[in-house]
Antibody, heavy 126, light 107 residues
Framework: QVQLRESGPGLVKPSQTLSLTCSVS??????????WTWIRQPAGKGLEWIGR???????SYNPSLNSRVTISVDSSTAHFSLKLTSVTAADTAMYYC??????????????????WGQGTLVTVSS | SSELTQDPSVSVALGQTVRITCQGD??????STWYQQKPGQAPVIVIY???NRPSGIPDRFSGSRSGNTASLTITGAQAEDEADYYC??????????FGGGTKVTVL
């Protein structure tokens, strides 16, 4: 049973880079055709998909964050990472990592995030 | 369009049926997934694909789609179903998007 856990600084200064790591345990990071994903949620607000990386290293990002975000994976140490540059107070949120699986058949597709990490709160403040 | 639209809130009497909707152009092509989120917890899948329930999710939860609208129905709502519910799906650029969430109150 795959389990995920986020880690990283809980406080980041404005204009600096937010860096988080998601540790993966209980399963292989490279076997299968799924994705490793980051999602965030400001307090009292909805979920926002940040981006994903495939088991082969291919990335896809939310267009609203594309110029500031980088997701990377290190299968040898069983973790994947998020970097978000030039942060502002608007980037204050709970950050979740998740495994994204998908299925395509009959001309349509669907995706699901499972499991999720417990989340880590990042505050951007001086 | 890359947006998924949900009603902000809905209420249901204990034991009654409630339907939560999610509207978006990409839902004509793609199925949605529904998540339940309770305060202080990470979201949990309740429905994915056409109408698939993960193990452990009660059969009072069901999903459907008509045109550009996906629906999550709770038949016989229980007090423990009070939560925020989010839909998600691919957009027409193959990115993932979430709806704004619907707060379900069980009266």
């Amino acid at each position: 049973q795959v389990q995920l856990r986020e880690s990283g600084p809980g406080l980041v200064k404005p204009s600096q880079t937010l860096s988080l790591t998601c540790s993966v345990s209980g399963g292989s990071m490279t076997r299968g055709s799924y994705y490793w994903t980051w999602i965030r949620q400001p307090a009292g607000k909805g979920l926002e998909w940040i981006g994903r990386i495939s088991t082969t290293g291919r990335t896809s990002y939310n267009p609203s964050l594309n110029s500031r975000v980088t997701i990377s994976v290190d299968s040898s140490t069983a973790h994947f990472s998020l970097k978000l540059t030039s942060v502002t107070a608007a980037d204050t949120a709970m950050y979740y990592c998740a495994k994204q699986d998908w299925n395509c058949s009959g001309g349509t597709c669907y995706d699901w995030f499972d499991p999720w990490g417990q989340g880590t709160l990042v505050t951007v403040s001086s | 369009s890359s947006e998924l639209t949900q009603d902000p809130s809905v209420s249901v009497a204990l034991g009654q049926t409630v339907r939560i909707t999610c509207q978006g152009d990409s839902l004509i092509r793609f199925y949605s997934t529904w998540y339940q989120q309770k305060p202080g917890q990470a979201p949990v899948i309740v429905i994915y694909g056409k109408n698939n329930r993960p193990s452990g999710i009660p059969d009072r939860f069901s999903g459907s789609r008509s045109g550009n609208t996906a629906s999550l129905t709770i038949t016989g709502a229980q007090a423990e179903d009070e939560a925020d519910y989010y839909c998600s799906a691919r957009d027409n650029n193959d990115k993932l998007v979430f709806g704004g969430g619907t707060k379900v109150t069980v009266l």
